[in-house]
C-alpha cells in the first residue's frame, strides 16, 4: 500500500529516515523543475531544492499535518525562489537563456552547441530548440508572483486553494494573478499561438 | 456572465477544473461573445506551449548531497530524552550518594571534648583564670606603670598621724 505524503512525514517525525528517502524520491524531480524554473540556473535550482529538503528535516519534529505536505513543500520552495531571485548576488551568477553560444538539449541542461553539420533533421531541431527557448524567455518574463502562480497551477497541478495559500493571497487574486500571466504568455507567444489556434 | 466575470473562471474552463454548474454558464457566455471564444483557444493554446518545455532530472549526485546535509544535522534530544540517561550511570551516581552519606554519618571524626563544652567545668576554668588578673608580678612589670611617679608615701603617713 502506498503511503499517503503525511503518513510518510509522519513516520519521519517519529524517526524513520527511510521514510525521508521516500519523500525526497517522490518530490525532487518537481522541485529541481519548479526551482529551476523561477531560478533559471540548474546549479542554484539543486541548492535550493537541498536546502528545501534539509528545511523539511529539520522542521520534522513540529510537523503537524493541519495542510497538504505538497502546500507545505512548495511553500517554503517558493519562499526560498523568490528570496533568491530577487537577491541580486544570485543574479550576478545566472546563466542568460540568450547567450549566442547554448542551446537547450532535450533534458534542460545548456551546453554548448555542437550540431552535425550534415545532421539530417537539423533544421527541425534547430526550429524545435528556438521554439523552446521562446516558451521559456515569455516564462523568465513574468514578474516573479506570476510566474511561481504559472508554475504551481500549470506543472504541479496544485488547486487554487493550494496555491493561493503558497503564495499567501486570496482565491480570487490568484485567478486574477494567473488571467493576467496568461494574458501576457499569450501577447509574448503571439506568432506560437496563432499558429497552434489555425490562425497563423 | 459579463466578459469581465469570464476573467476569474476562463483558465479553469481552459483546464477543466470548474464545477459542472460554472461550465455550463461560461459556455453559455461563449456561445453569444466572440472576443471570449477567442481568448479560450488563445488560453488553450497557450496551455499546450508550456506543455512543451522539458522536464529535467536532478544530478545523480543530489540525493547523495541531501543525505549528506542531513546527516550533517545536530541529533535534537528533548530536555525528557535527556533525563532518560543510561542505567550505568544511574547505578553509579546511586553508589556515589551512597558512599557520600556512609562517610558522612559514620565516618565523621570525633570532635575533641574541650573543658568548656560542659558549662560547670567552662565556669571552673574561668575562676582559675581570674588569678591571673591578680598577678602582682605581672601588673609590676607592665611597663605604662613604670613611667608613673612615685606614690606619696611621707605625706600619707603625716596627715594620718595628725587625725589620731
Known amino acids: 500500500m502506498v503511503r499517503t505524503d503525511v503518513q510518510l512525514m509522519l513516520d519521519v517525525k517519529a524517526g524513520d529516515e527511510a521514510s525521508f528517502a521516500l519523500l525526497l524520491q517522490r518530490y525532487r524531480t518537481p522541485l529541481v523543475n519548479f526551482l529551476y524554473r523561477m531560478v533559471r540556473n540548474r546549479e542554484q535550482a539543486e541548492d535550493l531544492a537541498q536546502e528545501v529538503f534539509l528545511r523539511v528535516y529539520r522542521a520534522r519534529e513540529d510537523y503537524v499535518p493541519s495542510a497538504k505536505f505538497t502546500t507545505w513543500l512548495f511553500r517554503i520552495a517558493t519562499n526560498l525562489a523568490l528570496n533568491s531571485v530577487r537577491d541580486t548576488r544570485y543574479q550576478k551568477l545566472e546563466v542568460s537563456i540568450d547567450a549566442p553560444v547554448t542551446i537547450d538539449a532535450e533534458d534542460g541542461d545548456e551546453k554548448p552547441l555542437d550540431v552535425p553539420e550534415k545532421h539530417p533533421n537539423i533544421e527541425q531541431h534547430l526550429v524545435e530548440d528556438a521554439r523552446k527557448k521562446m516558451i521559456r524567455h515569455a516564462i523568465e518574463k513574468l514578474p516573479e508572483k506570476q510566474r511561481a502562480a504559472v508554475l504551481l497551477h500549470k506543472y504541479e497541478e496544485l488547486d487554487y486553494a493550494e496555491i493561493a495559500k503558497i503564495l499567501n493571497c486570496s482565491e480570487s487574486a490568484l485567478k486574477s494573478l494567473l488571467f493576467r500571466a496568461y494574458e501576457s504568455l499569450r501577447v509574448e507567444l503571439a506568432p506560437l499561438v496563432a499558429r497552434a489556434s489555425g490562425r497563423a | ?164
Request: with cysteine; net charge negative.
Open chain 2, 1 to 164: 456572465m459579463s466578459c469581465e466575470r469570464m476573467e476569474s473562471r476562463i483558465l479553469g474552463y481552459v483546464d477543466g477544473r470548474l464545477k459542472e454548474s460554472e461550465r455550463k454558464e461560461v459556455e453559455k457566455h461563449l456561445a453569444s461573445c466572440a472576443p471570449c471564444r477567442l481568448r479560450v483557444e488563445e488560453f488553450r493554446a497557450v496551455s499546450e506551449l508550456l506543455d512543451e518545455l522539458p522536464v529535467i532530472e536532478p544530478s545523480p549526485e543530489f540525493d547523495v548531497r541531501v543525505h549528506a546535509l542531513v546527516a550533517a544535522e545536530p541529533v535534537k534530544q528533548s530536555w525528557w530524552a535527556w533525563m532518560r540517561v543510561s542505567p550505568r550511570v544511574v547505578f553509579a551516581a546511586a553508589m556515589l550518594l551512597l558512599a557520600m552519606l556512609w562517610f558522612g554519618f559514620y565516618q565523621r571524626p570525633q570532635t575533641p571534648q574541650l573543658p568548656w563544652s560542659n558549662p560547670v567545668e567552662a565556669d571552673a576554668q574561668m575562676m582559675k583564670d581570674l588569678g591571673v588578673l591578680e598577678d602582682n608580678d605581672l601588673l609590676s612589670n607592665f611597663e605604662p606603670l613604670k613611667e608613673l611617679p612615685p606614690p606619696v608615701q611621707a605625706e600619707e603617713d603625716s596627715e594620718t598621724q595628725q587625725q589620731m
